[in-house]
């Protein structure tokens, strides 16, 4: 079965700094996909960015990118110039590529932004 | 922009009381999810559906859990006897296919007393 590690369960910034949120992930497959999910505190979840292990090309959306590294299974997320509305919890996520096939998350990272 | 919507946002319920939450899925959306996360923990799975029957189920979902998607729109989850440890924060999620993201709602945030 598929798991996801996040082993920071806390992290901070400054505002305008830089910051990377770890992940990993174990799977005996070869095609699949990886997001990462936002959670303020309103608890609502929002997709943040996603990652098709096909791709070797690393995705990016505005300030959020990842470094995705197939071979060491490891989905890392990197937030550039942070602002005070990124702080959350955020979580990453597995899914296989079949149409029915559920996400598995991680235990999640609260994220800090100071001024 | 399409979402997820979910009723109520909260709910509080008195223990072995049965509870219906209630989702309308993005109209085009053909794959229906509900997942829970107590307070504080990871967001756990509990059951996909399509097609109008149940595709995978968790350990979570025992026969406690029912979903069903009564008029082609609404899908629902119901809970028929509560218990403390229901509590928790009830989502669905809903996606067009395999390879596109799933859509969350807002939540239920249930509370059984």
């Known amino acids: 079965a598929q798991t996801v590690t996040q082993s920071q369960p806390e992290m901070s910034v400054q505002e305008a700094e830089t910051v990377t949120l770890s992940c990993t992930y174990d799977t005996s497959e070869s095609d699949y996909y990886l997001f990462w999910y936002k959670q303020p505190p309103s608890r609502q979840m929002i997709l943040v960015i996603r990652?098709?292990?096909?791709?070797?090309q690393n995705a990016t959306e505005n300030r959020f990118s990842v470094n995705f590294q197939k071979a060491a299974k490891s989905f890392s997320l990197k937030i550039s110039d942070s602002q005070l509305g990124d702080a959350a919890m955020y979580f990453c996520?597995?899914?296989?590529?079949?149409?029915?096939?559920?996400?598995?998350f991680g235990t999640g990272t609260r994220l800090q932004v100071f001024p | 922009e399409p979402e997820v919507t979910q009723t109520p946002s909260h709910q509080v319920t008195q223990m072995g009381q049965e509870v219906i939450l209630r989702c309308v899925p993005i109209s085009n959306h053909l794959y229906f999810y509900w997942y829970r996360q107590i307070l504080g923990q990871k967001v756990e799975f509990l059951v996909s559906?399509?097609?109008?029957?149940?595709?995978?189920k968790s350990e979570i979902f025992d026969d406690q859990f029912s979903v069903e998607r009564p008029d082609g729109s609404n899908f629902t989850l119901k809970i028929r006897s509560t218990k403390l440890e229901d509590s928790a924060m009830y989502f669905c999620a809903t996606h067009l296919s395999g390879n596109t993201e799933a859509f969350f709602g807002q939540g239920t945030r249930l509370t059984v007393v």
């Open positions: 990652q098709e292990a096909y791709k070797q």
């Open positions: 996520a597995y899914r296989s590529p079949y149409n029915t096939d559920k996400l598995i």
């Open positions: 559906f399509y097609n109008n029957e149940i595709s995978e």
